[in-house]
């Protein structure tokens, strides 16, 4: 069985995570136990919850993981939308955060339909 390491939705989701992280340390400070405290929450249980999942001992286990890492996803989407709105990501910032999102999105969804026709 491969590595949960080995896969590239996770070593994407691991550089988003990381891309994010950079992009809130630009973030007011009055922003540190609100938005940014959820979105690095939302942002990091992505590819924890794509490597939880990948050590599960069945398909079924693995597609519920990665369904809550699209979740994770969602919601980092969203809050990702609302500080571009209030000013805090520049509109470059804001682009390269969503074809990332994008990618990751695509890549979960696909993850999860092969895994749940396995069931």
Request: charged residues 25%; hydrophobic residues 40%.
């Amino acid at each position: 069985m491969e590595s949960y390491r080995s896969l590239l939705v996770w070593q994407k989701s691991v550089d988003f995570t990381v891309l994010i992280y950079r992009l809130l340390g630009t973030f007011p400070k009055h922003e540190q136990y609100g938005m940014i405290s959820q979105m690095q929450r939302a942002a990091i249980s992505i590819p924890s919850n794509i490597a939880e999942g990948k050590e599960r001992q069945s398909d079924r286990d693995f597609a519920r993981f990665i369904a809550i890492a699209l979740g994770s996803l969602a919601e980092l989407e969203t809050q990702l939308l609302i500080a571009h709105r209030l000013g805090y990501l520049a509109e470059h910032d804001w682009n390269s955060t969503e074809e990332h999102a994008d990618e990751i999105g695509k890549m979960l969804r696909g993850l999860h339909k092969k895994l749940s026709s396995t069931n």
